[in-house]
């Protein structure tokens, strides 16, 4: 009894320790109010969240670990390279198999987005599609919802960035922009734009934010990090921050 006692001591003293920012990639975009870039890494209620959640976790983790990068080439990273976490992703039907899930972190709605000056009516986001030039955010669940519905991929104008899509627009050269509604109004706000000269003329999809796991990361830090997740929502910290971002 005494020699099983002393081995269980032993490997809780030498047992693995924190996971480590080398040990897992963890990526984002410049998606505000969500995840914003920054010098000093990014910040927005997602990452706040997920640097709180980390610590609870015991996943040594620091704003500068996080890369931010396009969202095409992060979702790209997560299905072809190992224990990448990446956020915040919509959880679809389409995605479900693709990954492990962290969350909700909050719902999000996703809209058809036209200046409110064109008069533009939407009934059929795919009969509208060969009518009207569609803006999209490259490898965006919003994308890939329109082309499910069978929108043809040549008749979306894909980019990486929102303010792009915002400039095409006011520029004419898209009719409609593709877009979830609180980072679309707080783009045009940051740009010194009227949110009153848009408007969403079509809600494409309603579906709930997540961190998206990649399948082989550890499933134990997996559990960690939503148990984390869960507490601090428990205790009113999540809705704080959420909040303090709007």
Not at 2 to 12: E, N, Q, V
Not at 24 to 47: C, D, H, Q
Request: proline share 6%.
């Amino acid at each position: 009894m005494h020699r099983l006692c002393t081995l269980l001591i032993l490997f809780l003293l030498l047992g693995p320790g924190p996971a480590k920012a080398a040990d897992v990639r963890v990526i984002t975009e410049n998606n505000p109010p969500l995840n914003l870039a920054g010098t000093g890494g990014p910040s927005g209620l997602a990452t706040d969240l997920f640097l709180l959640m980390a610590d609870r976790a015991g996943l040594e983790m620091t704003r500068k670990d996080i890369q931010v990068w396009p969202w095409a080439r992060g979702y790209r990273e997560i299905l072809e390279k190992t224990d990448v976490i990446l956020y915040s992703m919509a959880r679809t039907a389409g995605r479900e198999k693709l990954f492990r899930w962290i969350g909700p972190i909050m719902p999000l709605h996703t809209s058809l987005f036209a200046l409110k000056s064109r008069g533009i009516v939407i009934k059929d986001p795919v009969k509208g599609a060969w009518e009207y030039r569609y803006g999209t955010i490259r490898s965006s669940a919003s994308e890939q919802k329109l082309i499910r519905l069978g929108v043809p991929p040549h008749r979306l104008e894909s980019v990486h960035d929102r303010t792009l899509n915002i400039r095409k627009l006011l520029q004419g050269h898209i009719d409609i922009m593709v877009a979830n509604e609180p980072a679309t109004f707080y783009s045009i706000r940051q740009m010194g734009l009227n949110p009153d000269d848009f408007e969403p003329v079509y809600r494409l999809m309603s579906s709930n934010l997540y961190y998206a796991a990649s399948r082989d990361i550890d499933p134990a830090l997996v559990l960690r990090l939503q148990s984390a997740l869960d507490g601090l929502k428990a205790d009113g910290t999540a809705a704080r921050i959420i909040k303090g971002y709007r």
